[in-house]
């Protein structure tokens, strides 16, 4: 299994420009994240999804849109690339069949994001 | 809301070292607690966990126990390798339908030969 994939590795846009972050995973997992961690911070939550049609909201999803239209990919769209959305990106997956516990997230490599 | 402290880093050891960095957490109920390592150009994996109070995670030789009285999952390796070099993060889940995890800011390990 590849596990979690992330592409591009490395990006650089202009102000205004506008990208999708290609992630897929080939474990079956139902759950999907978007991350993004900043210089020195921790990881925060951009938008997660529990299944394919299904997205919400993380704790920062401003400038961001995400789809999940089947198990596999989950891409995370900038429409108007901005200087404050210079970060790197990770995707996450997992598997949860019922319950209240937290399940193992698996973490892609990580896309960074440079935006001039 | 739910936050943790982790350890301000970098933290510089020679190899062989025992390693502690510290975390704590703020929650409400009983949260689930989390190591993640990241190591160069990579991205973040599961090192151990606990899910209730007195649990001790482990994996790896590092060791941590979920202490509710003091609100810590201090990170603890006795003999320290070159390859434990990475980012350390503490993490918490406190419940929720979004499986939404609160990290800390992570601490840079370097171990030197």
């Known amino acids: 299994n590849a596990g979690v994939t992330q592409t591009p590795k490395f990006r650089i846009l202009k102000i205004g420009q506008s990208m999708t972050l290609q992630c897929a995973q080939d474990m079956n997992h139902n759950y999907m994240y978007w991350y993004r961690q900043d210089p020195g911070m921790g990881l925060k939550l951009i938008y997660y999804s529990v299944g394919a049609g299904i997205t919400d909201k993380g704790e920062v999803p401003n400038g961001y849109n995400v789809s999940r239209s089947t198990t596999e990919d989950f891409p995370l769209r900038l429409e108007l690339a901005a200087p404050s959305q210079t970060s790197v990106y990770f995707c996450?997956?997992?598997?949860?069949?019922?319950?209240?516990?937290?399940?193992?997230?698996?973490f892609g490599p990580g896309t960074r994001l440079l935006v001039l | 809301g739910n936050s943790v402290t982790q350890m301000e880093g970098p933290v510089t050891l020679s190899e062989e070292a025992f390693l502690t960095i510290n975390c704590t957490y703020t929650?409400?109920?009983?949260?689930?607690l989390f190591w993640y390592v990241q190591y160069p150009g990579e991205g973040l994996q599961l090192l151990l966990k606990a899910t209730k109070a007195d649990d001790k995670g482990s994996n790896k030789g590092f060791e941590a126990t979920y202490r509710k009285e003091t609100t810590s999952f201090h990170l603890e390796k006795g003999s320290v390798q070159v390859s434990d070099s990475a980012v350390y993060f503490c993490a918490l889940y406190s419940g929720g339908s979004n499986y939404k995890l609160t990290f800390g800011k992570g601490t840079l390990l370097t171990v030197n030969p």
């Open positions: 929650a409400t109920g009983y949260p689930s």
């Open positions: 996450a997956s997992s598997y949860k069949t019922g319950g209240t516990s937290m399940e193992t997230q698996y």
